[in-house]
C-alpha cells in the first residue's frame, strides 16, 4: 500500500510494517545487536509503526521474562541510551515463542501467532524471519517454516528472511545451505547478512570512488602498485570463543566473508545503477575473476597461516594460541592469514590485493591502503634517496572511522628536503554525530526490500570456492604448507612479510 | 552595543583583534594549541540585528559545533546608529571527540554599526574558509541588507518564517532570491519544527490499514502554538501536496482562533481542514486525521521530549512514543544541517503553502549594500 507522506521524507527506501521473528532469541547476537538496533531505530522514529518481534527460542521464558532480560542488556549496550518510556512502548510489542528448533508443532503455534498479528492488523502482513542460532540450526529452521507454510508471500506482503553467516563451511555447505534456503525462500526475499557491509566507512567506499571525479581514472594497474586490506584484532579467544574459532579460523572467520566482500567493493567496476543487483553483479564478477590458488605449491607461494605463540598484547602477558580455553592443543587452525590476491580483469591485472587478517595482534584496526605507482625517475626522484614514499589513500574502516592521503611535500627551508605529510579526514571530528549500528541500516534495509547491502547466492559461493582451494592445501593435500608461528603482540609472522618482500612491497604500517 | 559591557563581548566571544589582524591571530591561536584537532565542513554565518544576540549566538555555536564542524561567523549589526564602527574576537568551540580527541572550531565575532556600505561583504566574508559551502543563518526579520550581493554567496539560507511580522512579504523576499540564484537553498526553522511529527504521521500511515483509510479521511486538525501557525500551514500543505486533495470551497475561512478549509480526496470524501491555535500547546501539540473507521493522532504537550502516536481502526490499535525535536533553536539548526541534501520537499510543498497563506507575493524589501 502506498504512503504517500513517505516521499522525499528520506533519501532511503521505505521500510515496512512487519513482524520480525528472531530464531535464536536467548542468545548474545540477539541481546547485544539486534534488539538495541530496533529500539534505536524507534528513538530516531525510523522503525515502522507497527513492527512486532517475537523471540523464537528453546527455554522457558515469559514474555515479561524475556522483555526484562533485554532491556537489562539494552540499556548497557544501547547507542543512543535507555530511555523509560520508549522502551516501554517498545518492550509492548516484543513477545516470547518458546520451542525446539527441530520441533514442527513449535511452528504450527508460530503460524496461529503471526496470524493473529495480521488479524489485528486487519488482514495479512509483512514478515521477516531472522535466523540468528547456531548454524547447525539453519536446516531445521528453514524447512520447519516451510512445512508450516509461514514462508509464502501472501498477495502484497512479504516473507524475508536473514540468515547470518557461516554461510555454510566451504562451498559444498554453502550450496546446501543456499538449496536449503531457496527451497524455502525466493533468492530475492534471501537476506545473507554481512555486518561489516553495514559499516559507515564500507557504504562511503563506493561514493568516495563513484561520487569524487578525481578517483576513478586513477584506479587502475596503470596507477595502482598494490593495495592492502588489513584487519588486525588485539584479542584471543576471550569469552569462550576457542571452540569456535578453532573450529573455523582467521580464513574462514573474516576473509571468505568480510574482507573478500570489501575487496570486491574496491576492485568492482562501475556499476550501471545503484540497485541491489546492479551493485552485486558487478561484485560477483570481481570473486569471478580471482586467480584460484588451486594447488598446494601456489598455495604455498601466496598464502601465509600462522598462530600465535605466548606474548604481551596491551602490555598484559598473554597465552599462545594452542594453550588458549577450548582450542585443541594440536590445532592445525589459524589465527593469522596473509594472502597475495590476484584479480584478472583488465583494470587490475598485475596489481597484488594483500589480504591479512590475525588475532593478537598490537591493535584493533580495519583498513583498505591504496598504495600508488611511484613517479618516473626523472625529476624529484632521480635525486638522492628519490621520493620518500609513494602516495596512500587509505580507508579505515574501524575504529576511528576515516579517509587519509600521504602525499610528499618539500620541508621548508633552503635545501630540497621532502618527506610524507598526510591529509586526514576523521568521521568522528568532522560529523560530531556517531555512526549508527550497522545492524540499524541492514535491518531496515530487509524491512525496505534493499538488498544491496548483502551478500547474494552467487557471491557467497564464489568466494568459498576461492577459499576452498586454500582449505585443501593446507588440511587434505600431501605436503600441505608449512603453519607458521609469530609471537602474540607483534603484526605477524616473517613469512608474512616475506611474501610482499617477493614483489619489493612492505605491509603498511597501522 | 551600549547595554553591554566590554568585558560580556570579552567573556562571550574571546580575544578581540584588530580587523586586519584576524587570520594572524586566528593561526597563533592554533600554534599556541597543539594538542587540539582544527575541524571544519562549512561555514556557518549567524547574522543578527537585534541587540546583543551576538553573544547567545556564540552559545548557540557552542551547541552547534559539538555535532557540526564549521568555521563560525557571528555578526551583529546595529544599523541605527549613526557612527559606523567594526569590531572582531576571535575564539574557538573545543569538544571532546568520542571522549579522545579534542575537537575544535574557530569562531570569529564581528559586531558592526552604522549603515553597512559595503562592510558586511568586504570585511566579513574575506574570512570563510575557502571551497567550504556557507550556511548563512539569518535571524529574524529580513532586511534592506537581504540583497542579491549577499545571497549570491549563500549556500544554505537559515531562516525562522515563525519571526516574521509580514510572512507574505518575506516568502516572496525568498522567492525573488530562489529565482534569481537557483542554487540557493532556503531552510526554515519553522519548518523544522514539525519534522518529527511528520515523520510520526509517515510512520503511521506506513500501516496498510491507515493507508487504506487516508482517502476516506473528513477531518484533519491540526493545533499549534499562536507563534507558530507557519508550522500548522505548513503541515496542511504537506498533507495536501502529497495526497492529491482538492480544494472544493473558497480560500480561506478564518475564525479568531484558527483557520478552516475544505478539501475533497481523490476518492471523492469531504475533508474538513482546521488549524487551532491554542497558546498552551507546543509549537505543534496535535495533528490529527480522522474518517469513519480509523483515527491517526500524533500529539506533543508542551515541552515535552516526546511525540506520541496513535492509530485507532477498530480492534487494530498503535499508541508509541518516539522522541521530539527540541524546541531550541541550535538544536533545529542543528536538525537541518544533519539532513542536508537539497530539501526538496519543502521546495515541493511550497506553493500549495504559500497558497493557503494567501494574498499577493511581493519582496518590499529597499535593497541596502552589504
Known amino acids: 500500500m502506498n504512503n504517500p507522506f513517505r516521499k522525499d521524507l528520506e533519501s532511503r527506501s521505505r521500510p515496512e510494517a512487519c513482524t520480525v521473528v528472531i530464531f535464536g532469541a536467548t542468545g548474545d547476537l540477539t541481546h547485544r545487536k539486534l534488539i538495541p538496533a530496533l529500539y534505536n531505530l524507534q528513538v530516531e522514529g525510523a522503525l515502522p509503526a507497527g513492527v512486532k518481534i517475537i523471540g523464537f527460542a528453546r527455554r522457558e521464558k515469559s514474555d515479561e521474562e524475556f522483555r526484562s532480560g ?21 518492550a509492548e510489542n516484543i513477545h516470547y515463542h518458546q520451542s525446539e528448533f527441530q520441533d514442527a508443532s513449535g511452528y504450527k503455534r508460530l503460524a496461529e501467532r503471526l496470524d493473529e498479528i495480521d488479524r489485528e492488523r486487519g488482514g495479512n502482513g509483512h514478515r521477516l524471519f531472522y535466523i540468528a542460532s547456531a548454524p547447525e540450526y539453519f536446516d531445521d529452521i528453514l524447512e520447519n517454516l516451510k512445512e508450516a507454510g509461514i514462508n509464502r508471500n501472501k498477495k502484497g506482503f512479504w516473507s524475508r528472511v536473514i540468515v547470518e553467516k557461516p554461510f555454510g563451511t566451504d562451498l559444498p555447505t554453502a550450496k546446501h545451505l543456499n538449496q ?19 559499516k559507515e566507512t564500507a557504504q562511503n567506499i563506493m561514493v568516495l570512488r563513484f561520487a569524487n571525479a578525481i578517483f576513478e581514472p586513477l584506479w587502475n594497474n596503470r596507477c595502482i602498485e598494490q593495495i592492502q586490506i588489513t584487519c588486525s584484532e588485539n584479542l584471543g579467544m576471550e569469552g569462550g570463543r576457542g571452540a569456535y574459532y578453532d573450529s573455523a579460523g582467521a580464513m574462514r572467520d573474516m576473509v571468505q566473508n568480510h574482507l573478500l566482500q570489501l575487496l570486491s567493493l574496491v576492485a568492482m567496476e562501475p556499476p550501471t545503477d545503484l540497485s541491489a543487483d546492479g551493485v552485486r553483479d558487478e561484485k560477483v564478477k570481481v570473486l569471478r575473476s580471482l586467480r584460484q590458488w588451486d594447488t598446494p605449491e601456489l598455495v604455498a607461494d601466496n598464502v601465509v597461516r600462522a598462530q600465535y605463540i605466548a606474548g604481551h598484547v596491551d602490555g598484559e602477558n598473554v597465552v599462545g594460541y594452542r594453550e588458549e580455553d577450548r582450542v585443541d592443543p594440536e590445532s592445525m587452525t589459524e589465527s593469522y592469514v596473509a594472502l597475495r590476491v590476484l584479480v584478472d580483469t583488465w583494470r587490475w591485472s598485475g596489481v597484488p590485493f594483500y589480504v591479512r587478517m590475525g588475532k ?12 600508488f605507482k611511484e613517479p618516473p625517475t626523472v625529476l624529484f626522484n632521480a635525486l638522492s634517496g628519490g621520493v620518500p614514499g609513494g602516495n596512500v589513500l587509505v580507508i579505515r574502516i574501524q575504529p576511528d572511522e576515516g579517509i587519509s592521503l600521504r602525499m610528499v611535500s618539500k620541508i621548508p627551508g633552503s635545501s630540497l628536503r621532502m618527506e610524507p605529510v598526510k591529509m586526514d579526514f576523521h568521521y568522528a571530528t568532522s560529523f560530531g554525530k556517531g555512526s549508527p549500528e550497522a545492524y540499524e541500516r541492514l535491518l531496515l534495509d530487509s524491512m525496505a526490500g534493499d538488498a544491496t547491502l548483502f551478500a547474494r547466492r552467487d557471491e557467497v559461493e564464489e568466494a568459498w570456492k576461492f577459499i576452498d582451494h586454500i582449505h585443501h592445501a593446507w588440511h587434505q593435500s600431501k605436503l600441505p604448507p608449512v603453519m607458521s608461528d609469530y609471537v602474540a603482540g607483534t603484526w605477524g609472522p616473517k613469512e608474512a612479510d616475506d611474501l610482499l618482500g617477493k614483489n619489493g612491497h612492505k605491509w603498511r604500517r597501522l | 552595543m551600549s547595554d553591554y559591557a566590554d568585558n560580556d563581548y570579552a567573556m562571550a566571544l574571546g580575544k578581540e583583534v584588530a580587523i586586519a589582524d584576524v587570520d594572524k591571530e586566528l593561526r597563533l591561536l592554533w600554534e599556541e594549541d597543539k594538542a587540539s584537532t582544527n575541524a571544519s565542513l562549512i561555514n556557518l554565518a549567524v547574522y543578527s540585528e537585534q541587540k546583543g544576540a551576538i553573544i547567545k549566538n556564540s552559545e548557540r555555536v557552542q551547541i552547534i559545533t559539538r555535532e557540526h564542524a564549521c568555521r563560525a561567523i557571528l555578526i551583529g549589526i546595529d544599523r541605527n546608529n549613526p557612527d559606523a564602527s567594526i569590531r572582531a574576537w576571535i575564539t574557538a568551540h573545543c569538544h571532546l571527540s568520542h571522549g579522545r580527541k579534542s575537537v575544535c572550531c574557530e569562531q ?15 570585511t566579513v566574508f574575506s574570512h570563510l574558509n575557502s571551497d567550504l559551502p556557507l550556511v548563512f543563518w539569518w535571524q529574524g526579520e529580513l532586511s534592506s541588507l537581504f540583497s ?16 516574521w511580522a509580514n510572512p507574505l512579504e518575506s516568502y516572496g523576499c525568498i522567492g525573488e532570491a530562489m529565482q534569481s540564484e537557483q542554487s540557493l537553498l532556503p531552510m526554515d526553522i519553522e519548518w523544522t519544527r514539525s519534522s518529527q511529527i511528520r515523520m510520526a504521521v509517515a510512520g503511521l500511515f506506513d500501516d496498510p490499514m491507515a493507508a487504506n483509510a487516508l482517502q476516506h479521511m473528513n477531518e484533519l486538525r491540526v493545533v499549534v502554538h499562536p507563534k507558530h501557525r507557519m508550522a500548522g500551514l505548513q503541515l496542511v500543505a504537506w498533507v495536501i501536496q502529497r495526497t492529491g486533495w482538492k480544494q472544493s470551497k473558497e480560500l480561506p475561512l478564518g475564525s479568531d482562533n484558527g483557520d478552516i478549509y475544505h478539501y475533497e480526496t481523490t476518492e471523492g470524501s469531504d475533508v474538513v481542514v482546521t488549524i487551532v491555535t491554542d497558546p498552551l500547546s507546543a509549537p505543534v501539540g496535535i495533528m490529527e486525521f480522522k474518517s469513519a473507521n480509523c483515527e491517526v493522532r500524533v500529539t506533543r504537550d508542551a515541552g515535552s521530549p516526546y511525540i506520541r502516536q496513535e492509530l485507532h481502526a477498530g480492534s487494530h490499535q498503535i499508541e508509541r512514543c518516539t522522541p521530539s525535536n527540541s524546541d531550541d533553536s541550535a538544536d533545529l539548526v542543528m536538525n537541518q544541517l544533519s539532513r542536508g541534501g537539497n530539501n526538496s520537499l519543502y521546495r515541493a510543498v511550497m506553493p500549495d503553502f504559500l497558497e493557503l497563506l494567501g494574498g499577493e507575493l511581493g519582496c518590499g524589501c529597499e535593497v541596502e549594500d552589504v
Open chain 2, 148 to 163: 542579491e550581493r549577499l545571497y549570491s554567496l549563500i549556500d544554505r539560507f537559515i531562516f525562522d518564517s515563525s519571526e
Open chain 1, 70 to 90: 533485554l532491556e537489562e542488556v539494552n540499556k548497557k549496550v544501547s547507542r543512543s541510551g535507555h530511555d523509560d518510556s520508549i522502551w516501554a512502548d517498545y
Open chain 2, 108 to 122: 570569529i565575532a564581528f559586531q558592526l554599526t552604522g549603515k553597512s556600505t559595503g562592510r558586511l561583504r568586504n
Open chain 1, 180 to 198: 536449503v534456503v531457496n527451497k524455502t525462500f525466493r533468492e530475492r526475499d534471501t537476506y545473507r547478512i554481512d555486518h561489516y557491509l553495514g
Open chain 1, 360 to 371: 593478537q595482534l598490537p591493535k584493533k584496526a580495519t583498513e583498505i591502503s591504496i598504495h
